[in-house]
Antibody, heavy 122, light 107 residues
Framework: EVQLLESGGGLVQPGGSLRLSCVAS????????MYWVRQAPEKGLQWVSG????????YYADSVKGRFTISRDNSKNTLYLQMNSLRAEDTAIYYC???????????????WGQGTLVTVSS | EVVLTQSPATLSLSPGERATLSCRAS??????LAWYQQKPGQAPRLLIY???NRATGIPARFSGSGSGADFTLTISSLEPEDFAVYFC?????????FGQGTKLQIK
């Protein structure tokens, strides 16, 4: 069974930093692209970032480009999101998600972890 | 970026009824559209990808159709567990974008 377990969320002041982690199990991690998607409280979904299975290719939403960095450690089956210069509008539940397709970046998110809450407030 | 507009915002139906949810794209996304279901306190779950393919383990009462800019998710006969929020998502262009959601509630 595929499992994705996020951690690292919490309360941070504007301008601060956090690093999110997502530990994966139940599949061959380095064969799948991975993603971060966020959901502001009572709001819709926003794709944040994606990374290829090898880690060679990364993608970002314009709203986080230059502030967030996605990475992965395939030896630890772990996905990361380093978030710097945080703003109030970054407050959201952050989900990690696996790509649906083996060795390809299909762009479909399946499955998702349960999420970790990031709150940016003074 | 591609804007996805879902309608209606809220749909009130009874168990056993047929549900029809719409997603319209601001430009053609070919067949690169997916549907997700989200229940309160849970992560979204992939239902349909590539407009009409059911994801693993999704019941046959869920079906998707459409291409280009107009898409439909149909639930043929609503079960109590189907009342949730449904989002569409496109992967035709970067950034990947989602619709704002349709809340399917019990009438």
């Amino acid at each position: 069974e595929v499992q994705l377990l996020e951690s690292g969320g919490g309360l941070v002041q504007p301008g601060g930093s956090l690093r999110l982690s997502c530990v994966a199990s139940g599949f061959t991690f380095n064969n799948y692209a991975m993603y971060w998607v966020r959901q502001a409280p009572e709001k819709g979904l926003q794709w944040v970032s994606g990374i290829s299975g090898s880690g060679d290719s990364t993608y970002y939403a314009d709203s986080v480009k230059g502030r967030f960095t996605i990475s992965r450690d395939n030896s630890k089956n772990t996905l990361y999101l380093q978030m710097n210069s945080l703003r109030a509008e970054d407050t959201a539940i952050y989900y990690c998600a696996k790509d649906r397709v083996y060795t390809s970046s299909s762009g479909w998110f399946d499955p998702w972890g349960q999420g970790t809450l990031v709150t940016v407030s003074s | 970026e591609v804007v996805l507009t879902q309608s209606p915002a809220t749909l009130s139906l009874s168990p056993g009824e047929r549900a029809t949810l719409s997603c319209r794209a601001s430009q053609s996304v070919s067949e690169y559209l997916a549907w997700y279901q989200q229940k309160p306190g849970q992560a979204p779950r992939l239902l349909i990808y590539d407009a009409s393919n059911r994801a693993t383990g999704i019941p046959a009462r869920f079906s998707g159709s459409g291409s280009g800019a107009d898409f439909t998710l149909t639930i043929s006969s609503l079960e109590p567990e189907d009342f949730a929020v449904y989002f569409c998502q496109q992967r035709s262009t970067w950034p990947r974008t989602f619709g704002q959601g349709t809340k399917l509630q019990i009438k």
